[in-house]
Nanobody, 119 residues
Framework: QVQLVESGGGLVQAGGSLRLSCTVSGSIFRDNVMSWYRQAPGKQRELVAGITSGGSTNYADSVKGRFTISRDNAKNTVYLQMNSLKPEDTAVYYC?????????????WGQGTQVSVSS
């Protein structure tokens, strides 16, 4: 049974920082992509940032230069350091793990953690 447990959300003023963590328990394929998505009220879920097992990263244009994704493969944990937060960053943030195993595509989601940024 694979579980993703997120932590680190909260309420912060604009310009502040938060660090999200997501730890994966259970057995997953070593070569995977760990990502953070977010969903604001009334909007579709969107990719924030992703990182491969080898450390390659990608970011949404809206967070480039402000957010940093990293991972600790030994701990099966992915982090999202969020700096210079803006009110438009307010959303539920979800952790995701994706990998391809033979012809199957497998992904798992966390339960989400609320990030609220006040102006």
């Amino acid at each position: 049974q694979v579980q993703l447990v997120e932590s680190g959300g909260g309420l912060v003023q604009a310009g502040g920082s938060l660090r999200l963590s997501c730890t994966v328990s259970g057995s997953i394929f070593r070569d995977n992509v760990m990502s953070w998505y977010r969903q604001a009220p009334g909007k579709q879920r969107e990719l924030v940032a992703g990182i491969t097992s080898g450390g390659s990263t990608n970011y949404a244009d809206s967070v480039k230069g402000r957010f940093t994704i990293s991972r600790d493969n030994a701990k099966n944990t992915v982090y999202l350091q969020m700096n210079s937060l803006k009110p438009e960053d307010t959303a539920v943030y979800y952790c995701n793990v994706w990998y391809s195993y033979y012809s199957d595509e497998i992904d798992y989601w966390g339960q989400g953690t609320q990030v609220s940024v006040s102006s």
